[in-house]
């Protein structure tokens, strides 16, 4: 009983000192943290020798998420620098189901619907060449030469880099390379039930 009435005269006592006001300045322990000296962008700063106050990053700095050392899959090209002829991403039916979505998107207003160069901004009358897909050239040229003008552009085409991500522009290729084959494909390209189908179909 006794301590619990001394904890209670306590807590009335240190309740009494609520809203007091002292003249003595606050106790600080490290009084430089508050006025630290500090530079605005593009000011001069002479700690430096170059006189900067704005750092560039350490060289070989590389952001996190940013390292890509991959190269194969980040720039479509092999060690030596040559494009890489495959894509290095495993090619499934789900994976160019997600290309197409991504062609409808960014690719079709130009290339068409089935990669001939006629979308309606080619045949709108506006100057640009139609370029499509189904030519000796590109059906026989590197996956990473495609990537690689999906993520620079080329001639009057843009670059991609920015709105498709790296993955996403694989799965372009991997769809550009399924338009081309259902335009070149032959008898010998269907499964035998469904060439049965075809051939049975009035």
Same mark, same amino acid.
């Given at each position: ?89 495993? +090619?499934?039916? !789900?994976?160019? #189901?997600? *290309? ?5 998107? =960014? ?5 068409? $619907? ?30 990473? +030469?495609?990537? !690689?003008?999906? #993520?620079? *552009? ?5 670059? =991609? ?5 790296? $993955? ?35």
């Amino acid at each position: 009983m006794r301590t619990l009435s001394i904890l209670l005269g306590f807590v009335f006592i240190l309740g009494g000192c609520r809203g007091t006001q002292k003249d003595n300045p606050p106790i600080h322990i490290n009084p430089n943290m508050d006025a630290m000296e500090r530079f605005e962008a593009q000011e001069a700063n002479p700690f430096f020798a170059d006189g900067r106050a704005m750092r560039p990053p350490v060289p070989g700095t590389v952001a996190r998420g940013i390292l890509r050392e991959d190269v194969a899959f980040h720039a479509g090209r092999n060690a030596d620098g040559s494009y890489v002829q495959v894509m290095p991403v495993e +090619y499934t039916v !789900e994976f160019a #189901t997600r *290309g197409r979505d991504r062609y409808d998107i =960014y690719c079709i207003v130009c290339h068409g $619907a089935a990669g001939d160069g006629q979308g309606v901004v080619m045949t709108g009358g506006y100057g640009f060449i139609p370029i499509g897909f189904h030519t000796d050239r590109l059906r026989e040229i590197e996956d990473g +030469y495609i990537y !690689e003008v999906i #993520t620079q *552009g080329i001639r009057t085409m843009p670059g =991609y880099a920015q709105q498709i991500p790296v $993955a996403d522009r694989w799965a372009i290729v991997a769809y550009v390379r399924a338009l081309q084959r259902s335009q070149n494909a032959t008898a010998d390209d269907l499964p035998a039930d469904e060439l049965t189908n075809f051939q049975n179909t009035p």
